[in-house]
């Protein structure tokens, strides 16, 4: 008889468990709080890890990716307390020539395989379907579900439940207990949306930072798509930022950076259609699963959007989940252990070296300040002169 997964959550996290799990064997049903299916979204980096999941999971030729074509002067501009700007290493000159992605890019390449080719190739979903309750047995999963639309609960019973909805997990909360349990607090806050068009004497791929102590402003370009930005800063009184209007929180917060790319963008996100506004944190679990619930993405380890790797870590972890449930058909859990095992230490990582990207997007003082503005020049000559290195040899194995 095959097995049954409930996957809680339609994200980049929930669909990439489904179609693991699918490829698995298994029969996945999908529930997503929200109506409708999402699209669009914000600036996403996509690092060879991500890359290699997206194989493996047989969506990447669905991926759109958005690179700008590398010009000589560079895509990336940097901007002086003064306004002058300068050429400077963007988040796509990180080591691994991450792909430029929107999130929805990476959510239509998989909502594609959800959806299948036809009728009978399809995984379900349910949207507005929440749950309730989880009862675990050493047989099943006992789930209590509401329809939102109706309030109508029913039960139904799962071989396993997969937690993918989010840094404020409902699985999470049900199953492990309460979010102060597991999110740590970072003091500080991001703004994300797309730009309805680019901000004027720039080229339309190109990408800018505005960083200063405590506040920053980021734009990130593409290759075929209006630009997203990232507003970020640094506070301690977490809870008064959701007070009032977003909007107006943020005026205040960059009120004193009178430039015309921070007066652009902040004049765009008077008009943004859908943003994204929240504070900053890191899932920290000391396991990730019990007998039948397993939690994945950001519901478990949410590296933070500083990390750069939340799309790639999400990828990586449902194409694992369903390698692992492949070599252990008949034992759930060493399949479990197998695939935590396997992927704590990447995850691990990279939340740790997300403190210090943080300081690259925001940094902490004047003196950070002051020798980012010192130290990220002197990587860009470095990584210019090893790119030059690298084509002169390739230049030359192709003269021989």
């Known amino acids: 008889m ?48 991500g890359r290699q999941a997206a194989i493996d999971l047989g969506i990447v030729e669905q991926l759109h990716t958005r690179n700008p074509e590398p010009r000589p002067d560079g895509n990336t501009w940097s901007l002086n307390r003064r306004g002058d700007r300068a050429p400077a290493l963007g988040f796509l000159d990180q080591p691994g020539g991450p792909a430029a992605v929107l999130r929805g890019d990476i959510e239509a390449a998989l909502w594609q395989s959800i959806i299948g080719d036809g009728a009978d190739d399809g995984i379900e979903v349910r949207f507005g379907t929440t749950p309730v309750s989880i009862t675990e047995s050493a047989t099943e999963a006992q789930v209590l579900l509401e329809d939102a639309a109706t309030g109508t609960q029913y039960r139904e019973s799962f071989d396993l439940v997969v937690g993918a909805d989010g840094m404020r997990s409902t699985v ?81 917060v960059f009120s004193g950076m009178d430039d015309p790319v921070v007066r652009h963008v902040l004049d765009a996100l008077e008009e943004a259609d859908d943003l994204l506004f929240d504070s900053v944190h890191q899932v920290k679990m000391p396991r990730w699963s019990t007998r039948r619930v397993v939690l994945v993405g950001d519901a478990a380890w949410c590296m933070n959007l500083y990390s750069g790797m939340g799309a790639t870590s999400s990828l990586r972890g449902g194409a694992a989940l369903g390698a692992a449930l492949r070599e252990h058909p008949d034992d759930l859990g060493t399949a479990l252990d197998a695939w935590e095992t396997g992927l704590r230490p990447f995850i691990t990582q990279h939340q740790r070296t997300a403190r210090l990207k943080q300081q690259m997007f925001v940094p902490s003082s004047r003196r950070t300040e002051a020798l980012r503005s010192v130290a990220l020049p002197l990587l860009r000559r470095l990584r210019h002169r090893q790119l030059a290195t690298k084509t002169t040899a390739r230049s030359a194995q192709e003269i021989r």
């Open 2 to 49: 095959q097995k049954r997964a409930l996957v809680v959550g339609l994200g980049i996290a929930g669909m990439s468990a489904a179609v693991g799990l699918r490829r698995a064997g298994w029969t996945p049903v999908i529930i997503e709080r929200a109506r409708e299916r999402r699209t669009g979204g914000y600036f996403i980096g996509l690092f060879p890890e």
């Open 172 to 252: 999470r909360r049900i199953v492990f207990g309460p979010h102060e349990d597991y999110l740590t607090n970072w003091n500080a806050m991001i703004c994300a949306f797309q730009l309805k068009e680019q901000v004027p004497t720039f080229e339309e791929s190109d990408s800018i930072i505005a960083a200063q102590a405590k506040r920053a402003v980021w734009v990130f370009g593409f290759a075929d798509h209006a630009p997203t930005v990232l507003l970020t800063y640094r506070t301690k009184d977490i809870q008064e930022q959701f007070s009032g209007s977003r909007v107006q929180r943020l005026r205040s």
